[in-house]
């Protein structure tokens, strides 16, 4: 069993407010505010549904584009658990992302294993955190394809 980070962990709560404005100032600013900081890969806006509440939800993740397809990858900075937003779109793989002043209808899909396989060098090569991320957590950290729609 891995260790548990709590450095990370007191981040992530510390910074729940400012990831709530994230959104709204991408949105405003058509992502010329928040699409890029440093040392991430780009970030776009995901809005998907709550898998209990059925509550719309926002959420910015860095991504990797594919082709057509969009790459986000389930981390959570390496925590024990898959992000909320991957139960989310487990329940409801229909969503909406926003990348830039684009927004586009997708369609959400765990990448199989052989397909994992094949985008992990791709992800870990846009943002090398996804790897240390692995090394910190038992569970195999899920890549989700979202396929454009219509």
Known sequence: MKVPRPI??????????????HPKL?????????????????LLILD????KSGTQRSSVLGYV????????????GGSPTHPAWFHNLRANPDARIQIGTEVCDV???????DERARLWPKVTAAYSGFQRYQEHTDREIPIVILEPRG
């Open 48 to 51: 998907h549904v709550g898998a």
């Open 65 to 76: 584009a594919d082709g057509r397809d969009v790459l986000i990858v389930a981390s959570q």
């Open 8 to 21: 990370e962990e007191r981040f992530i709560a510390a910074a729940k407010p400012l990831m709530a404005l």
């Open 107 to 113: 369609r959400a899909r765990v990448a199989s294993s």
């Open 26 to 42: 991408y949105r405003a600013t058509g992502g010329r505010v928040g699409r890029r900081l440093p040392g991430l890969p780009p």
